[in-house]
């Protein structure tokens, strides 16, 4: 019933941008915090950015002042604006939403890569 649908990935040289969105569909009620996280090759999936209802914010360290996280309630949408990339944010992005009273609902992940 519900399916989120990520887009914006791709390749990008070092130092330039992506957006990524995730649009959340289906039969899905009182979104709450939604975020992203990313995995990279051998490594653990670690959180990048959350945003709360309230929109309230939260980034890892390695992305403070880079990347921007924000939402669109009427859309369901929750956005990332990735500035100055660099080769090591390399990885697979998957969106997260969290619901009220359910298990949170993942998206299929996007592939970003930046070279140089």
């Known amino acids: 019933q519900v399916q989120l649908v990520e887009s914006g990935g791709g390749l990008v040289q070092a130092g330039g941008s992506l957006r990524l969105s995730c649009a959340a569909s289906?039969?899905?009620?009182?979104?709450?915090?939604m975020g992203w996280y990313r995995q990279a090759p051998g490594k653990q999936r670690e959180l990048v950015a959350s945003?709360?209802?309230?929109?309230?914010?939260n980034y890892a360290d390695s992305v403070k002042g880079r990347f921007t996280i924000s939402r669109d309630g009427a859309k369901n949408t929750v956005y990332l604006q990735m500035n100055s990339l660099k080769p090591e944010d390399t990885a697979v992005y998957y969106c997260?939403?969290?619901?009220?009273?359910?298990?949170?609902?993942w998206g299929q992940g996007t592939q970003v890569t930046v070279s140089s």
């Open positions: 997260k939403v969290y619901v009220t009273l359910r298990p949170a609902y």
């Open positions: 289906g039969s899905i009620f009182n979104i709450n915090t």
């Open positions: 945003i709360t209802s309230g929109g309230n914010t």
